[in-house]
T-cell receptor, first 111, second 111 residues
Framework: RKEVEQDPGPFNVPEGATVAFNCTYS??????FFWYRQDCRKEPKLLMS?????NEDGRFTAQLNRASQYISLLIRDSKLSDSATYLC????????????WGLGTSLAVNP | DGGITQSPKYLFRKEGQNVTLSCEQN?????MYWYRQDPGQGLRLIYY???????QKGDIAEGYSVSREKKESFPLTVTSAQKNPTAFYLC??????????FGSGTRLTVV
């Protein structure tokens, strides 16, 4: 089993749609969780950290379920500019802050 | 503006040649990382450094070397021992428990 698993997609949605991605992780001792966005041939950029209580940033909502070991990302009112690959990232316990990266979920928002 | 600068953006290496990728940050971050990204494989950790004059191997360190003589700089050398160096190389830094900040990457191609 991979340490971090994501559905690769692609997810094709119309503008204005709501889309949700899930990500599962295998290490129950994982400490920190993030969603990154990566555009084609560009570097990943931090979209949001994921907190135990859940957090929202505009149209984006992230949730963490420690019991089931998954995190989710919800995008409301999708825009064309949301088209990208969304990477789920988990930090293991310890001091090296090593991040474990999922392979990403591809989203295409269509006009 | 603070950030991470990677150079060059594109690099071509001949068989048997060593090449060095530059990574400079002015964020005053202690920890710096080198990742490699290949299509369909996600990001894989090559080396990381948490303080000056100290660094550790990541998951795929064979064929690579690094140095950390200054806080701002973490160059990566791809040696001739790396048999499949064609990839997208990403340098990142981190402070505290926030997510990584990435440079814009270097695309290395063997010719």
């Amino acid at each position: 089993r991979k340490e971090v698993e994501q559905d690769p997609g692609p997810f094709n949605v119309p503008e204005g749609a709501t889309v949700a991605f899930n990500c599962t992780y295998s290490n129950s001792a994982s400490q920190s969780f993030f969603w990154y966005r990566q555009d084609c041939r560009k570097e990943p950029k931090l979209l949001m950290s994921v907190y135990s209580s859940g957090n929202e940033d505009g149209r984006f909502t992230a949730q963490l379920n420690r019991a089931s070991q998954y995190i989710s990302l919800l995008i409301r009112d999708s825009k064309l500019s949301d088209s990208a690959t969304y990477l789920c990232v988990v930090s293991n316990a310890g001091n090296n802050r090593k991040l474990i990266w999922g392979l990403g979920t591809s989203l295409a928002v269509n006009p | 503006d603070g950030g991470i600068t990677q150079s060059p953006k594109y690099l071509f290496r001949k068989e048997g040649q060593n090449v060095t990728l530059s990574c400079e940050q002015n964020l005053n971050h202690d920890a710096m990382y080198w990742y490699r990204q290949d299509p369909g494989q996600g990001l894989r950790l090559i080396y990381y450094s948490q303080i000056v004059n100290d660094f550790q191997k990541g998951d795929i360190a064979e064929g690579y070397s690094v140095s950390r003589e200054k806080k701002e700089s973490f160059p990566l050398t791809v040696t001739s021992a790396q048999k499949n160096p064609t990839a997208f190389y990403l340098c990142a830094s981190i402070a505290g428990t926030t997510g990584y900040t990435f440079g814009s990457g270097t695309r290395l191609t063997v010719v």
